[in-house]
């Protein structure tokens, strides 16, 4: 056998390591826990309706500022079980920054060679602004982190690693964060191992579905064909009914689905993969996909998309993930 490099060591324990986290967090998006999470979804979709009703009449309205918010608080209250308060939101206003910064300052150090020696990084101007970056971006994760142990602490709740849902049926929703603070409790994983868990889940779980769905309102509008076929739909679901949309209409929702991944083949939320695989893989992000469904249903239904900003004009900045460089325009009308 030819003795393993130091590479490939390493590979080895980031592969263990993935595969114990995941293992500890996948139950946390069992269906029967996303049929829990839908709720959530459905209460931030009808206030995101409410932000839109109040754009409507305006001559263009900045689509990214709205979903953002909107997917970043889906994400708070489900898989981090906390809803955003005020001081809450004044952070995530350096979140949402901070993020900007990171995925400028990662696209920057790539074309830069000299910049990948860490120490010259760490001294240049670019690499001082990603560690003021990374700091905000560790201040919201971490005050979430605390109120969630403090709110199971002052409520004495008790959390089940197992995920048993019988016991988070009496509060109704289950949090990621809580699978992780129990685990912290049996020795299972550390500090920064939940801070860099919540990290990943905020950030993937929130801008990429904001700029999924940004892209593809924007390109919705362009295509009135499109636009109204997803409407007879809705309609074919929900009749005249303003109702809120159950599990299984979601599952009706066959056009409006090919519509998404089309949108998403057209405007892939993340344009490169930086691994490679060794065996086949189905992939099913149940999560996002319910999220993007429930958004675009309940807005196609009570307003019409008009286009202010044309799909040739988009140019496209890629940092972590594909950004529009300039404002994503439309204009929202009501449904009569």
């Given at each position: 056998?030819?003795?393993?490099t130091h590479f490939e060591i390493f590979l ?182 939940i801070r860099a868990e919540v990290d990943t ?76 695989i060794t065996e086949e893989v189905e992939l ?53």
């Amino acid at each position: 056998m030819n003795e393993l490099t130091h590479f490939e060591i390493f590979l080895y324990c980031l592969g263990n390591k993935w595969h114990q986290r995941r293992k500890m967090l996948t139950r946390t998006f069992h269906f029967n826990i996303l049929k829990k999470y839908s709720r959530t979804m459905i209460e931030q979709a009808e206030e995101l309706l409410v932000k839109i009703q109040a754009e409507v009449g305006n001559n263009q309205t900045d689509v990214l500022p709205l979903i953002t918010k909107t997917t970043l608080n889906v994400m708070c209250e489900t898989a981090m079980g906390t809803s955003m308060n005020k001081d809450q939101q004044i952070i995530s206003d350096k979140y949402f920054q901070a993020i900007h910064r990171i995925g400028q300052s990662v696209g920057q150090r790539l074309v830069r060679v000299w910049l990948y020696i860490d120490a010259i990084f760490a001294c240049s101007k670019i690499g001082k602004i990603q560690k003021k970056a990374i700091k905000d971006l560790h201040e919201f994760t971490m005050k979430i982190i605390q109120e969630r142990k403090d709110y199971l602490t002052n409520n004495n709740v008790i959390t089940n690693a197992d995920g048993d849902d019988e016991v988070y049926g009496k509060t109704g929703r289950l949090a990621m964060l809580d699978l992780l603070l129990e685990n912290e409790k049996q020795g299972m994983i550390d500090v920064e191992g939940i801070r860099a868990e919540v990290d990943t889940f905020m950030f993937e779980g929130h801008d990429t579905t904001a700029m999924a769905l940004s892209f593809m309102i924007t390109r919705i509008a362009n295509e009135p064909e499109i636009q109204n076929s997803i409407y007879e739909e809705m309609l074919s679901i929900f009749g005249e009914s303003q109702r809120r949309p159950t599990l299984e209409d979601l599952t009706k929702m066959k056009y409006l689905e090919c519509c998404i991944k089309e949108s998403l083949r057209l405007y892939p939320s993340v344009p490169f993969i930086s691994r490679y695989i060794t065996e086949e893989v189905e992939l099913s992000q149940k999560f996002a996909m319910m999220e993007m469904k429930t958004m675009m249903s309940s807005l196609l239904r009570r307003f019409r998309v008009e286009p202010v900003t044309k799909p040739d004009d988009i140019t496209f900045t890629c940092d972590l993930v594909l950004r529009a460089t300039h404002p994503l325009f439309v204009r929202f009308l009501q449904r009569k």
